[in-house]
């Protein structure tokens, strides 16, 4: 591996999306060279901070966006969610007199962005 496709590969690795085959040759690449190692190791710190700022800040308040959906898709039918607290998708349906809205939206380290209404 060379040193371009690790720097290319670090970000991933540290938000925890690299595959495990990639996360180990990275790794293996990283043990011999320094560079990526100091690459690695700030681009983990600079991810952790990133997270924790992330949590510090006061989100919508639990059920707002079942409340929102409520008024705007109808009675809440199903809601999936996918994913982890990094990053997910979640579907709601809802039934309404004229058909079942169906609103997707991604959370992408808690917060959440609608993508798809249809
Ligand atoms: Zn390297």
Redesign the pocket.
């Given at each position: 591996m060379t040193?371009d496709t690790?720097r290319e590969m670090i970000p991933l690795y540290a938000a925890g999306s690299l595959s495990e085959d990639d996360g180990a040759e990275l790794i293996a690449?990283?043990v011999g060279?320094e560079?990526?190692q100091g690459d690695l190791v700030e681009t983990m710190r600079l991810a952790r901070e990133v997270r924790r700022a992330f949590a510090q800040i006061p989100g919508p308040a639990r059920g707002t966006w079942i409340s929102v959906a409520a008024r705007t898709l109808g009675t809440p039918v199903l809601r999936v969610e996918l994913g982890s607290e990094l990053a997910g998708l979640s579907l709601d349906v809802g039934a309404t007199k004229t058909g079942l809205p169906i609103r997707g939206s991604l959370s992408i380290l808690g917060r959440e962005v609608p993508v798809l209404r249809i």
């Open positions: 040193c690790a690449h990283v060279c560079v990526c």
